[in-house]
């Protein structure tokens, strides 16, 4: 009898703390989870050490692998954490000043320009080196490249040590001649240094936004070339040969090899995988809209889920650089488990951002630090076990509670630790809550319309009081919610992004130019999945456009029909930006004003066998019984809450609040006047009041 075919996938997302593990049964449709401590000076380390754990827990083996699927931060950490040094730029001659001038626009809560000042430039203009020659914005040649001058740009760059290098010359995105010949004059001149492209990055016009993602992308080459290298070598030869897939911030995936081509494309890498599994969930769970919420222990990502569809934006930002590349839209804000309690000068208690993050981490932990944090209020609230991830992580209770006390003298007040602790849980809960309006009701959205989906190890705690206070249909938590993001990275297809910038106003569309660029951009996205080894039948196509009004500077992306490029087809295009436009912001110039076609773009998914939950039948009559008992601060004074183990909870089960249902890596709290009910796929749903 021959060996059983792979039918294990496994989903690792590594974090700040821990690196998160999920296995899937592919055949039984079985999910498995665990947690491994991140190994941060060689994240590789930790990556290895989780599937070898994984395996040994599920009784697999190398050979039962279908593949990995990753999501990673070395992107975003490069940005955020490192120098941005060694790093240079090769631009049109008369364009040196190129990100000196951005963009002339503040940015949203700055009154004016005076009390605004321009970011940092991520290259000094010292090492700004202009070229010769000129394209117009066709692309024809005005002016032929000067060689001569890219080879002394390459020179320079070298006797300086400059290693990694990003050429955006002058409408680079109409024609790319000059940008692929100035690559192969480096690579000649100057071998051993990394080079980016605009053409091959951003072939978008806007020469701030190109400039400064090709810059981006140069950057983090090198820290993601690094990166993959030392996971090829940690996995080994046996498990090196399996597919190796890394999540993008589009919510697709890509091979590893292409992502060290285009490693911008991951900058948001481990949320975007949130987001995706909360996706599946929901639609298990019966929700089309929610809000997510992955809060951690530094920050708290949110995201709107809309009709089963994540929010895409293309106007992102990695910190203080504008990335445009197609990504999930998600906003972030600095409450998470570690997040310090301080006193402001006005003798205000504030919450966040600064965190404990993993190193020292909140008072409670060991060896943790001096400040008290969320974790150290949630654990004086008696919300919190007093032992973390099944055993792996002991939490001192006095000295979280010492914190409190401390905080509670430098306030001048007299309230007990519990109080001062609910006093930080309240502003955390509110900050959370005030965000998701902002980013709902700015959008014309009324969240009472939506569900929170909490996941992350810190979101469930307080998740269900956030969606109270604002009113939201149910709170709801997926199995296992601290690796909700690896398992969405089992949830996603592959994907590549095509783009073409092509200005032609809606009277004057060439029929034929359209069906041209169309062509190419499909032809290329087919490509590009064919490298990873992806069969034609499971290859799928999605046109869309960048379309504006005549007078306007920004566009609104739209979905592009299918089939014959016909005047029928541009006008449903046509139809489908006012529509859009008068959703995004409640208006539309439909019959009044002409319209402009953009950017043409094409995106090639790679169709993947996704997870198949089992369900079980439901019984309305299912028994809860508490395993345990504490004291828990609610409303003004300690209560006797009973404590649920979630792995104990069948199917119809429902819990009146207060109480506690503690699992792996995660907990929680059911309010009074709440009432939890779990699901056929062992979703919890709170809702106020009774059941639904």
């Given at each position: ?27 039984s ?15 590789a ?6 599937v ?14 279908v ?6 931060t ?11 040094d060694?790093?240079?730029?090769i ?20 009154g ?5 000042v ?7 203009l ?40 990003a ?13 692929k ?7 000649d ?10 053409s ?31 996971v ?12 190796f ?11 590893a ?19 995706l ?28 889920i ?75 609230l ?55 309006r902002?980013?709902?009701i700015?959008?014309?959205?009324d ?17 269900a ?7 939201m ?10 690796n ?50 992806i ?36 006008a ?9 436009h008068?959703?995004?912001f409640?208006?539309?110039?439909k ?24 369900g ?30 979630r ?9 009146a ?16 006047g709440?009432?939890?009910t ?15």
């Amino acid at each position: 009898m021959g060996a059983a075919a792979p039918h294990l996938r496994i989903g690792i997302d590594t974090g700040g703390t821990f690196t998160d593990i999920v296995c899937v049964d592919t055949v039984s449709g079985g999910v498995s989870v665990t947690k491994v401590p991140s190994t941060p000076t060689n994240p590789a380390l930790g990556l290895v050490n989780g599937v070898n754990k994984i395996l040994g827990e599920v009784g697999g083996t190398t050979g039962d692998l279908v593949g990995l699927a990753h999501g990673t931060t070395v992107a975003t950490n490069a940005l955020l954490q490192g120098a941005i040094d060694s790093l240079g730029l090769i631009v049109t001659e008369g364009f040196r000043h190129v990100l000196e001038i951005a963009r002339q626009a503040v940015p949203d809560g700055y009154g004016n320009s005076y009390f605004w000042v321009k970011p940092e430039r991520p290259v000094p203009l010292e090492l700004v080196r202009e070229v010769g020659g000129r394209l117009n914005f066709r692309g024809d040649e005005l002016r032929p490249l000067d060689e001569e001058s890219v080879r002394q740009a390459a020179r320079f760059f070298r006797e300086r040590n400059i290693r990694a290098i990003a050429i955006c010359l002058i409408h680079a995105y109409a024609n790319d001649a000059h940008e692929k010949r100035a690559l192969d004059i480096l690579r000649d001149e100057y071998p051993d240094c990394t080079v980016s492209i605009s053409s091959q990055v951003l072939p978008e016009y806007r020469e701030y936004e190109r400039t400064v993602t090709t810059l981006v992308d140069a950057f983090v080459k090198p820290h993601m070339e690094r990166y993959l290298k030392r996971v090829k070598d940690a996995l080994g030869e046996e498990l090196g040969r399996k597919p190796f897939l890394v999540m993008q911030s589009n919510g697709g995936v890509m091979s590893a090899e292409q992502v060290i081509n285009k490693p911008i494309t991951t900058a948001l890498s481990g949320p975007a995988a949130g987001v995706l599994g909360s996706a599946v969930i929901a639609k298990l769970a019966g929700f089309d809209n929610v809000v997510t919420l992955d809060a951690g222990g530094t920050s708290t990502d949110l995201s709107l889920i809309e009709n089963g569809v994540a929010h895409l934006t293309n106007a992102g930002s990695v910190g203080p650089f504008p990335v445009r590349i197609p990504m999930i839209d998600i906003e972030t804000i600095g409450t998470g488990g570690g997040s310090i309690a301080w006193i402001s000068r006005e003798g205000h208690l504030k919450v966040g951002p600064k965190s404990a993050g993993a190193d020292p981490g909140p008072m409670c932990y060991p060896n943790g630090g001096d400040q008290p944090t969320i974790t150290d209020a949630n654990l004086v609230l008696g919300r919190l076990p007093s032992v973390l991830i099944g055993g792996g992580i002991a939490l001192d209770v006095k000295r979280a509670r010492s914190g409190m006390a401390d905080l509670a003298r430098r306030l001048g007040s007299r309230m007990t630790a519990e109080e001062i602790a609910a006093g930080i849980v309240e502003i955390a809960n509110w900050n959370q809550a005030n965000r998701i309006r902002q980013m709902t009701i700015q959008r014309g959205i009324d969240p009472r319309d939506f569900a929170l989906l909490s996941f992350g190890g810190a979101g469930p705690v307080q998740s269900a009081a956030v969606a109270q206070l604002i009113g939201m249909k149910a709170c709801i938590i997926p199995p296992s919610p601290g690796n909700l993001a690896a398992f969405g990275l089992l949830a996603v297809d592959w994907r590549n992004d095509q783009m073409v910038t092509r200005v032609m106003p809606e009277e004057k569309a060439d029929l034929a130019a359209v069906a041209e660029l169309y062509a190419g951009l499909e032809r290329e996205a087919v490509e590009r999945l064919e490298e990873d080894g992806i069969a034609k039948d499971r290859i799928r196509l999605q046109r869309e456009a960048d379309i504006r009004y005549a007078g306007q500077s920004m566009e609104v992306r739209v979905r592009a029909p299918g089939g014959a490029i016909d005047q029928s087809f541009i006008a449903a295009l046509i139809d489908s930006f006012h529509a859009a436009h008068r959703r995004t912001f409640g208006y539309d110039y439909k019959g009044e004003q002409n319209v402009e076609l953009v950017n043409f773009c094409v995106s090639g998914f790679g169709m993947i066998e996704r997870p198949n939950l089992p369900g079980r039948p439901v019984n309305p009559g299912a028994k809860s019984t508490p395993e345990d008992a504490r004291s828990v601060f609610f409303d003004g004074a300690m209560r006797e809450t009973p404590c649920y183990d979630r792995a104990a909870l069948d199917p119809g089960a429902q819990i009146a609040g207060p109480a506690i249902v503690e699992e792996f890596g995660s907990t929680t709290v059911v309010f009074p006047g709440q009432t939890l009910t779990v699901d056929g796929y062992g979703i919890m749903i709170v809702r106020q009041g009774g059941a639904a």
